[in-house]
T-cell receptor, first 115, second 118 residues
Framework: EPEVTQTPSHQVTQMGQEVILRCVPI?????FYWYRQILGQKVEFLVS????????KSEIFDDQFSVERPDGSNFTLKIRSTKLEDSAMYFC?????????????FGDGTRLSIL | AQKITQTQPGMFVQEKEAVTLDCTYD???????LFWYKQPSSGEMIFLIY??????QNATEGRYSLNFQKARKSANLVISASQLGDSAMYFC???????????????FGTGTRLTIIP
């Protein structure tokens, strides 16, 4: 069964450094999402992306964050200048329709640790 | 008000027993969907079951069923004949109809940690 793949599985970065988290969504999916989960907390929406543009973003997704679909397969989340509070698990998700019962399929996540 | 409320932070259940995980939601949108995801200790998010607001029947997927009570705004997950492998965090999530077609974010509850006792 096709799946969403995320790399790396764990990223350790110094505070203030830029980090890029990578995702390969399921190939026929058109809608892409990033979520994050701070340790022990609930999953929070960051941003959704469709037709090569952001369709919605949360308050968390400030100017330090950006997303890109540089080619037909990859979907990236960039954090420009990381802060300690950016430490979390970051999940990429995709779906092939935006409505109805189509579930969002999640990757296994990237655990980001900011030192 | 919280959009998704899961009131059981943790549950312990004997193997082979049925278990119900509670979820209540709050929305004024007539079109919405409710999802349950399982998160094992390894961290990945696994889709379990979906219920749409207009669905007439409760959703079922193998050992998982959803007890959907629209008037009470509850969407409880029922796992029949629990197994040791069911031990995990379980999240209820809601999709509300977006401002335009597509791209509806999920709003998650705080989760319930289920532990199955042999």
């Amino acid at each position: 069964e096709p799946e969403v793949t995320q790399t790396p599985s764990h990223q350790v970065t110094q505070m203030g450094q830029e980090v890029i988290l990578r995702c390969v969504p399921i190939s026929n999916h058109l809608y892409f999402y990033w979520y994050r989960q701070i340790l022990g907390q609930k999953v929070e929406f960051l941003v959704s992306f469709y037709n090569n543009e952001i369709s919605e973003k949360s308050e968390i997704f400030d100017d330090q964050f950006s997303v890109e679909r540089p080619d037909g397969s990859n979907f990236t989340l960039k954090i420009r200048s990381t802060k300690l509070e950016d430490s979390a698990m970051y999940f990429c998700a995709s779906s092939n329709r935006g409505t109805g019962g189509q579930p969002q399929h999640f990757g296994d996540g990237t655990r980001l640790s900011i030192l | 008000a919280q959009k998704i409320t899961q009131t059981q932070p943790g549950m312990f259940v004997q193997e082979k027993e049925a278990v119900t995980l509670d979820c209540t939601y709050d929305t004024s949108d007539p079109s919405y969907g409710l999802f349950w995801y399982k998160q094992p200790s390894s961290g990945e998010m696994i889709f379990l079951i979906y219920q749409g607001s207009y669905d007439q029947q409760n959703a079922t997927e193998g050992r998982y069923s959803l007890n959907f009570q629209k008037a009470r705004k509850s969407a409880n997950l029922v796992i029949s004949a629990s197994q040791l492998g069911d031990s995990a965090m379980y999240f209820c999530a809601m999709r509300e109809a977006g401002g335009y077609f597509g791209n509806e974010k999920l709003t998650f509850g705080t989760g319930t940690r289920l532990t199955i006792i042999p």
